[in-house]
């Protein structure tokens, strides 16, 4: 199962509409996480992992992979994916360890998210998974590069989704 997350929380997000064409180019089961978690919070946390960091948690542990597409705000990756990834580590054992990921962004400037993607690799390292370094998928102007129906319609961009999903598969089954 393929595992998309997208750092935006609007159900129109060009982040969600990208994870999900990632999951049309990779094939099989696919399922979304919901990054709408409370703020991480140490006092929350001495009360108990929030069912839906746990709910996270355990979808990545279970996923043969895991692809992310993320916004760019203000020249990083978002703070709800940033929560997210902080309220994961503090989950039991390490669902990252060795879980193949690969980082993409949707964002509505000319860079197409890239600083956001290098500042999510930089949150990632500490868990160890193995970044598959594909083909950088940076969409730019994503306001335009999907239909109405969410549908990615620029081809350089869906041969691109197409390649890093095929190598994803690969690294994910081998």
Same mark, same amino acid.
């Given at each position: 199962?393929?595992?998309?997350? $997208?750092? @935006?929380?609007? #159900?129109? $997000?060009?982040? =969600?509409y990208?994870?999900? +064409?990632?999951? =049309? #180019? ?5 399922a *979304?996480?919901?990054?709408?978690? /409370?703020?991480?919070?140490?006092? &929350? *946390? +001495?009360?108990?992992? /929030?069912? #839906? ?8 542990a279970?996923?043969? !992979? ?5 916004? *760019?705000?203000?020249?990083?990756? $978002?703070?709800?994916?940033?929560? @997210?990834?902080?309220?994961? %580590?503090?989950?039991?054992?390490? /669902?990252?360890l060795?879980? /193949?990921?690969?980082?993409? %962004?949707? +964002?509505?400037? =000319?860079?197409?998210? *890239?600083?956001?993607?290098?500042? &999510?690799?930089?949150? &990632?390292?500490?868990? =160890?998974?193995?970044?598959?370094? #594909? ?6 102007? %994503? ?14 961009? !869906?041969?691109? &989704?197409?390649? @890093? ?6 690294? @994910?089954? %081998?």
């Open positions: 199962m393929l595992l998309g997350i $997208s750092g @935006a929380l609007r #159900a129109t $997000s060009t982040n =969600r990208l994870v999900r +064409a990632a999951a =049309r #180019a990779y094939g099989g089961d696919y *979304e996480a919901d990054l709408n978690l /409370p703020l991480y919070d140490g006092d &929350l *946390e +001495a009360v108990g992992i /929030p069912d #839906a960091v746990q709910v996270l948690a355990d979808q990545i279970r996923a043969e !992979a895991v692809v992310i597409s993320t916004p *760019e705000y203000n020249k990083a990756l $978002s703070g709800v994916l940033k929560n @997210a990834l902080d309220w994961v %580590s503090r989950t039991e054992g390490n /669902p990252w060795d879980k /193949p990921v690969v980082i993409m %962004s949707a +964002a509505a400037g =000319r860079a197409g998210g *890239e600083r956001a993607q290098f500042s &999510l690799r930089l949150c &990632l390292v500490p868990f =160890r998974p193995v970044i598959v370094n #594909a083909a950088e998928i940076l969409v730019a102007k %994503s306001g335009e590069q999907f239909d109405a129906d969410g549908t990615l319609t620029n081809p350089f961009h !869906a041969k691109q &989704l197409d390649g @890093a999903m095929a190598l994803l598969r690969r690294v @994910a089954q %081998s």
